[in-house]
């Protein structure tokens, strides 16, 4: 089993910068590719980024326009997004996602087993 936590949204302003954090534990050694998805208020879900555990390489949804990028930290074994200029159109809670399968693409919320309880990022205009 693979626990997620996620850390870092709040409320910001417009323009603003944030890092959200995943730390993952458990059967970590299972995992091939960890993302992020994001849902915003009475919207569908959506995938933002995701970057492979074993080849560092990378999955970028449209939505974001490269303001996000998606990075990690092998030694804790965490996740980041820093998300750039953010705007109102970004507000939304952001979820942590692990998968032990393997696919050429990681763009499909049911390629993954582990989800993290989201945290939320609200920004005001």
Do not use: H
């Not at 995992?31 to 970028?60: C, H, L, N």
């Amino acid at each position: 089993q693979v626990q997620l936590v996620e850390s870092g949204g709040g409320l910001v302003q417009a323009g603003d910068s944030l890092i959200l954090s995943c730390a993952a534990s458990g059967t970590t050694y299972s995992v091939r590719v960890m993302g992020w998805f994001r849902q915003p208020p009475g919207k569908e879900r959506e995938f933002v980024a995701a970057i492979s555990w074993i080849d560092d390489k990378t999955y970028y949804g449209g939505s974001p326009l490269g303001r996000f990028v998606i990075s990690k930290d092998n030694a804790k074994r965490t996740l980041y997004l820093r998300m750039n200029n953010l705007g109102p159109e970004d507000t939304a809670a952001y979820y942590c996602a692990a998968s032990t399968y393997y696919a050429d693409s990681y763009l499909d919320a049911e390629l993954y087993d582990y989800w993290g309880q989201g945290t939320q990022v609200t920004v005001s205009s």
